[in-house]
């Protein structure tokens, strides 16, 4: 098989997002289905991606098909991108692809695809996207104060943190997946972390800007509401924005007005259009 540049950009962007879906990597660098399942069927034949399945009630049949890097896949990305085993991610083994595992990641690469998607259509530039493990390998620890009246040291790991080139400037962003398992005390800690980590400066330090909206998305319109409640209870403001995953599509993750912000009434585009 002879790799076309987007056979490898597909590598390269599966290996960057850990887990896709067949449809996603469709909507990135396909214009139909029939492509998009030959050419993914070949990568997977000569092992350049490994194919998964969610299990589900209806079976392999009715669930989607994932996409991770396969062994002829780490091997090309090492000769494309010139690094060693280190610049490389691990392959995701058998015990690391668990239900829990799957669902999170395919949540978060909703909003990423979603982003990546839409920066290409308004011809913006995504410069950086850390993920959850990119994050974890050096993260920061900042202290917040306790319902009794004490100080605690608590780590701070969002889910992502991403950039974007706009006509406006760059904007930044941490991404949180609000799944619902999370107690509404911990909410509050996570809020409060965020508040110490940009009024420490540290946040400034490490990425180099003030410019900053922490984006949490959750699942359902009950959550959400109780979440930005609690947010505004500790003092949480206009940094602070909200959205359903359902609402979120290449569409209108960055201009339609689907985003709550915290302190507001008036729902906001992530991205105001240039006046």
């Not at 056979?7 to 887990?19: A, L, Q, Y």
């Not at 449809?23 to 490994?50: K, N, V």
Request: proline share 4%; aromatic share 8%.
């Amino acid at each position: 098989m002879r790799l076309t540049e987007r056979d490898i950009e597909i590598i390269k962007t599966v290996h960057d997002c850990r887990v896709l879906r067949g449809d996603q990597l469709q909507d990135l660098f396909f214009g139909s289905q029939s492509t998009a399942s030959y050419r993914l069927a070949r990568l997977y034949q000569h092992e350049y991606l490994d194919r998964h399945f969610l299990p589900t009630v209806g079976g392999l049949a009715s669930s989607p098909t994932l996409y991770t890097v396969g062994r002829q896949g780490i091997n090309v990305l090492r000769r494309v991108l010139d690094c060693g085993p280190e610049g490389i991610r691990k392959r995701l083994g058998a015990k690391q692809l668990s239900p829990l595992f799957l669902e999170h990641v395919l949540q978060i690469n909703q909003v990423r695809v979603a982003v990546m998607l839409a920066a290409k259509r308004n011809q913006y530039q995504l410069h950086a996207w850390l993920d959850d493990a990119e994050l974890k390998s050096n993260y920061d620890r900042v202290t917040i104060p306790t319902g009794t009246g004490r100080k605690r040291t608590v780590s701070l790991i969002p889910d992502s943190y991403f950039t974007l080139q706009v006509p406006q400037g760059r904007a930044n962003f941490f991404l949180e997946l609000d799944r619902g398992t999370m107690t509404a005390g911990r909410f509050k800690s996570k809020i409060l972390a965020y508040q110490a980590y940009i009024a420490s400066g540290q946040y400034e330090r490490r990425y180099g800007t003030r410019s900053l909206r922490v984006l949490t998305v959750t699942l359902g319109p009950k959550r959400l509401k109780n979440l930005m409640s609690v947010t505004e209870t500790v003092g949480g403001d206009r940094v602070f924005w909200f959205a359903l995953l359902e609402q979120i599509t290449a569409e209108t993750v960055l201009d339609e007005a689907i985003w709550q912000v915290a302190g507001q009434q008036e729902k906001m585009r992530l991205i105001r259009p240039p006046e």
